[in-house]
C-alpha cells in the first residue's frame, strides 16, 4: 500500500512485519527518512485505501484481510480500528460525509457506512 498525503510532503507505506501484520511507515519527503512507523493489524489489501479529511487532520482509511483501521496521516497513529471482516475496496463519499467499505462475509460481500467526523460505524456492521 502507498499513499501520498501532507500536501505531497508524506509517502505512506507498508510493509510485512515479522510475526504477521504490517508496519506503516511515514517518510517526509523533504528529509528523505522515515519519521514515524506503527504496527497495523493484518494483511493490508491493495487498492483498498482511501485519503479523508476531518476537523482539518488527513486521516488514511487502510483495509485488509482482518478489516479496516483509520491512522491519522501525519503521525502514522492507528486512532480506530474496525473488525468487519476482510475488506475489498473503500471509498470517502465527501457528499455524505462517510466511508464506504465492501467487505466479504459468509454468502458474498457487504457495505459497511462509516461517519468520518465520529468513526463511528453506522451500518452494515
Known amino acids: 500500500m502507498l499513499a501520498i498525503a501532507g500536501g505531497g ?3 505512506l507505506a507498508t510493509t510485512a ?3 504477521g501484520g504490517a508496519w506503516l511507515d511515514l517518510v517526509h519527503l523533504d528529509v528523505r527518512r522515515r519519521i514515524a512507523r ?3 493489524e493484518g494483511r493490508p489489501s491493495t487498492g483498498t485505501t482511501a485519503l479523508f479529511a476531518r476537523d482539518g487532520s488527513e486521516l488514511l ?3 485488509g484481510d482482518q478489516g479496516l483501521q483509520v491512522v491519522d ?3 502514522a497513529r492507528v486512532l480506530r480500528t474496525f473488525a468487519i471482516g476482510a475488506v475489498r475496496s473503500v471509498r470517502a463519499d465527501t457528499a455524505a460525509a462517510t466511508l464506504s467499505v465492501v467487505v466479504e462475509r459468509a454468502g458474498g460481500e457487504a457495505t459497511v457506512v462509516i461517519d468520518r467526523s465520529t468513526l463511528e460505524c453506522v451500518a452494515g456492521c
Open 61 to 63: 482509511a487502510v483495509g
Open 9 to 11: 510532503r508524506h509517502v
Open 17 to 19: 512485519r515479522a510475526g
Open 38 to 40: 506503527t504496527a497495523i
Open 73 to 75: 496521516a501525519t503521525a
